[in-house]
């Protein structure tokens, strides 16, 4: 089952000679609990399409379907809350709030959606992230890699429609990056989680279902690794 489909996306920066096209014409779909891996160098568009997916960044042209949505069809407030429950962001610098404990952090899109945490949810969601012993504790008392399976448990909490994962490992050592990984396929495969991740490393692209590789803004392959 399709659960996005992207049609002609285009995204410019600047205007006449100064004008950077970041996303050329770009279309393609993904079905529900696919592992999709984009790839390409810095500058490629590739970070902007994620961002654009997340729906953090409009286009200037092109649809983004999810689950049917239309998203940019949707006002600003109705685009806010149609991401906070269906799109769960994961970023290289995790973004955590610093005053918030981990359980508050991973809480906050319930909390800001005014809907009460599922506590057996939430406790599961803990131990399979192995942050129970630290679920008081405030991110500056924790690891790298810690602070990233915070982000992770943030997004999945709201159990959205996709998880978006923009250089997850591109903070961490070799161990933690490792570590990342094998809980993102986890949650993909367990749980039938689509997930969509951008990184650098060729390794960690080809543990995915698929490959879309980016240059100068436009789709260079799209490659099925697995089904």
């Given at each position: ?19 950077v096209?970041?996303l ?10 696919e592992f999709?891996?984009?790839i390409?160098?810095s500058g ?75 506590q ?7 131990s ?24 992770i ?35 993909n ?39």
């Amino acid at each position: 089952m399709e659960i996005l489909r992207v049609e002609n996306l285009t995204k410019t920066y600047g205007s006449g000679e100064a004008e950077v096209k970041a996303l050329n014409n770009v279309s393609f779909a993904v079905e529900k609990g696919e592992f999709l891996a984009i790839i390409g160098p810095s500058g490629s568009g590739k970070s902007t399409l994620l961002h654009i997916l997340g729906g953090v960044d409009r286009p200037t042209s092109g649809k983004v379907f999810i689950e049917g949505t239309d998203i940019y069809t949707l006002d600003e407030t109705k685009l806010a809350i149609f991401r906070r429950r269906q799109i769960g962001l994961i970023y290289q610098f995790y973004n955590l709030i610093p005053v918030l404990s981990v359980e508050e952090n991973i809480t906050l899109p319930l909390l800001l959606d005014r809907r009460d945490p599922d506590q057996e949810q939430l406790a599961g969601l803990l131990s399979t992230l192995n942050l129970t012993d630290r679920r008081k504790h405030l991110p500056n008392q924790l690891s790298g890699g810690q602070q990233q399976r915070v982000s992770i448990g943030r997004a999945l909490v709201s159990k959205p429609a996709l998880i978006l994962a923009d250089e997850p490992t591109g903070n961490l050592d070799s161990v933690n990056s490792a570590d990342i990984i094998r809980l993102l396929r986890m949650f993909n495969k367990r749980y039938n989680q689509t997930l969509i991740l951008i990184t650098h490393d060729q390794n960690i692209a080809l543990q995915a279902d698929r490959i879309i590789s980016i240059e100068d803004g436009c789709i260079a392959r799209d490659e099925v690794i697995r089904k």
